[in-house]
């Protein structure tokens, strides 16, 4: 494959996604580098698995090139694994105030909870496609707790209140090391794992 296109409408995960592909072999491109706007896609699937499927396959259509898109959100234990795939737009709220609407949600919805149970995970589904067929699923995830107040400026999301206990920092604290461990990381590795030992044609 000469060109895999790199699809988001989210502009920090979609520089996330292409610092971590720029270390690979591919020739990794953006809809801004082509000079295309990408079809908006309604992300009505059940599971992140369809939602990427579905947005991998309708950039591929689109673009006429092999395409990746992911899903990705946030499962916190004490809230029966909400807000899930609906993460970004748990609040309701669109636009700039979203993050911060949503991180007032979760917030206050975790207000009464223990520390002990205040388990979550962050979790990143990636799919290439090319047309019409999604050709590679995979998933990625980083365990952490949720902590009842913002620490650090750095992420994007609820990067500032998903804590990592191993290092002792929340994912908005925790600079390139973020890059090594998040669930998008993980999702990534086995994807480039998975596409070096593969053969598709577009």
Sequence with gaps: MDKILLGSGNKKKLYE???LLQKTSYNIITAKELDII???????????EENAAKKAIAFSQFSG??????????????LGGEPGIYSGRWSGEHGENQ???????????????PQEKRTARFVCV?????????????????????????????GFGYDPLFFVPEYNK????????????????????KFEKILAESCYEA
Excluded at 38 to 48: F, K, Q
Excluded at 170 to 189: D, P, V, W
Aim: proline content about 3%.
């Design 65 to 78: 090139l092999p395409s990746i898109a992911d899903d990705s959100g946030l499962e916190v234990d004490a």
């Design 38 to 48: 990408l079809p908006e896609v309604i992300e009505d699937g059940n599971t992140y």
């Design 170 to 189: 929340t994912f908005a604290e925790l600079g390139e090391i973020k890059n090594t461990i998040s669930h998008r990381a993980q999702a990534l590795k």
């Design 17 to 19: 996604l292409q610092n």
């Design 126 to 154: 990636i799919v290439m496609a090319i047309n019409e067929k999604a050709v590679i699923t995979v998933r990625g995830e980083c365990p952490g707790t949720i902590l009842s107040d913002f620490r650090g400026i750095g």
């Design 99 to 113: 993050s911060r609407e949503n991180n007032k949600k979760l917030l206050e919805q975790m207000q009464k909870v």
